[in-house]
């Protein structure tokens, strides 16, 4: 089993539910043949980890800022 010595947050089923939505909402925004390119999903999932972890708690800004910060 791996250690979770480095965890540093947990996420409970509600933020993981609007994380969820906020990622879905923004991968709307792409062309259809980028919304099953692995590495603009994992790179989406990041940023919204980001913004998560930075305290962002609107599910519809959270995927403005992940969007915003992925066409940087």
């Known amino acids: 089993m791996p250690s ?3 965890v540093k947050y947990v996420y409970d089923p ?3 539910k609007m994380m969820g ?3 879905d909402t923004a991968c709307q925004s792409f062309p ?3 919304k099953d390119h692995e590495g603009v ?3 989406l999932a990041l940023l919204i980890l980001r913004h998560m972890d930075r305290g962002e708690r609107d599910a ?3 995927s403005d800022l992940a969007l ?3 066409m940087r």
């Open 60 to 62: 519809t800004r959270l």
């Open 21 to 23: 939505a906020a990622f």
């Open 68 to 70: 915003l910060d992925f």
């Open 14 to 16: 509600e933020t993981l």
């Open 32 to 34: 259809p043949d980028l």
């Open 41 to 43: 999903r994992r790179k």
């Open 4 to 6: 979770f010595s480095n």
